[in-house]
């Protein structure tokens, strides 16, 4: 049974930071690609940062770039979001995404609101 399963969102001010987790099972994770996508309300799910199966590649949208980092641990079988300098503009429910050629899994989100 395959599981993503995020966790580290919450109420953070801004300015602040918070480390998103997604702990994957039931596939080979060294074999996809991970990404961490948004959805603020009445918005589209966007694409937030993208790692290679690898770890070697990394990219990130506009928005978040300098700011955010993506990271992943094979051998834990998880990816991590560190987010700083948070804006209130980053609240959204965060959602990590495994791909691959054949299959795309998603967790079930975990909420961030930045807010003083």
């Known amino acids: 049974q395959v599981q993503l399963v995020e966790s580290g969102g919450g109420l953070v001010q801004p300015g602040g930071s918070l480390r998103l987790s997604c702990a994957a099972s039931g596939f080979t994770f060294s074999g996809y690609a991970m990404h961490w996508y948004r959805q603020a309300p009445g918005k589209e799910r966007d694409m937030v940062a993208f790692?290679?199966?690898?770890?070697?590649?990394?990219d990130y949208a506009d928005a978040v770039k300098g700011r955010f980092t993506i990271s992943r641990d094979n051998a834990k079988t998880t990816v991590y979001l560190q987010m700083n300098s948070l804006k209130p503009e980053d609240t959204a429910v965060y959602y990590c995404?495994?791909?691959?050629?054949?299959?795309?899994?998603w967790g079930q989100g975990t909420l961030v609101t930045v807010s003083s």
């Open positions: 790692m290679s199966s690898s770890g070697g590649t990394a």
């Open positions: 995404s495994a791909q691959s050629s054949r299959s795309t899994y």
